[in-house]
């Protein structure tokens, strides 16, 4: 079965540099949302799209940006890079069916910034 | 807003032991979800707890919704090393459509 697909698996890059994170979801789902996952942390909601608009925003630094395409795929923009970025991102998709939302997660992009 | 509190952080058991932990909301929650994430891996949806006091087992876990909505727990029966990971529980307040996670319980066992 297509699972969430992400890219790239491993990103470094230096302070104050863009850093671009794609995100494919499951073919047919509707909603796509990305998370921060600091190491030994709990993944940190950051944004979420329904249908290509944006549908919720949570501790999304104003530095980031995110939309969505009309393939449904989403990239995570990512600018003036700070040290506390490094960590994993985790983009997941669901089916928007009200009452239920299992998330079905990406395999994450590992961010490292030097 | 909404915090999810989760305990304990950490839990070794030897193998054949029970594990169970637990999740607390600040708010009441839609529903609640449970996920699993092996280390390096990603979160792996378990179930979902929709009905107030609702108990639901897969095999050897057994997931309980508390009767206000507020709290869950996941009780594992005679762990197994396959259990080994980071259990999360995340809390759907259903408003917003957005998960917040739990701290998560991170597993070891010992076999």
């Known amino acids: 079965a297509a699972g969430v697909i992400q890219s790239p698996r491993h990103l470094i890059k230096e302070k104050r540099e863009t850093a671009t994170l794609k995100c494919y979801p499951i073919?047919?789902?509707?909603?796509v949302y990305w998370y921060q996952q600091g190491p030994g942390q709990d993944p940190q909601f950051l944004i979420s799209?329904?249908?290509?608009?944006?549908?919720d925003k949570g501790s999304i630094p104003d530095r980031f940006s995110a939309q969505q395409f009309s393939d449904y795929h989403s990239e995570l923009n990512m600018s003036s890079l700070e040290l506390g970025d490094s960590a994993l991102y985790f983009c997941?998709?669901?089916?928007?069916?009200?009452?239920?939302?299992?998330?079905?997660f990406g395999p994450g992009t590992r961010l490292t910034v030097l | 807003g909404q915090q999810v509190m989760q305990i304990p952080q950490y839990q070794h058991v030897q193998e054949g032991e029970d594990f169970t932990t637990y999740c607390n909301s600040s708010?009441?929650?839609?529903?609640i979800q449970w996920y699993k994430q092996r280390p390096g891996g990603h979160p792996v949806f378990l179930i979902q707890?929709?009905?107030?006091?609702e108990v639901k087992k897969q095999k050897r876990l057994t997931f309980q919704f508390g009767e206000a909505k507020k709290n869950s727990s996941l009780h594992i029966t005679a762990t197994q090393t396959t259990d080994v990971g980071t259990y999360f529980c995340?809390?759907?307040?259903?408003?917003?459509?957005?998960?917040?996670f739990g701290s998560g319980t991170q597993l070891t066992v010992l076999p």
């Open positions: 799209f329904y249908e290509k608009m944006q549908s």
């Open positions: 073919p047919r789902h509707d909603t």
């Open positions: 708010t009441t929650l839609s529903n």
């Open positions: 707890l929709v009905k107030s006091g």
């Open positions: 995340a809390g759907d307040s259903g408003s917003a459509r957005q998960l917040t």
């Open positions: 997941a998709s669901s089916v928007r069916d009200w009452g239920f939302n299992e998330q079905f």
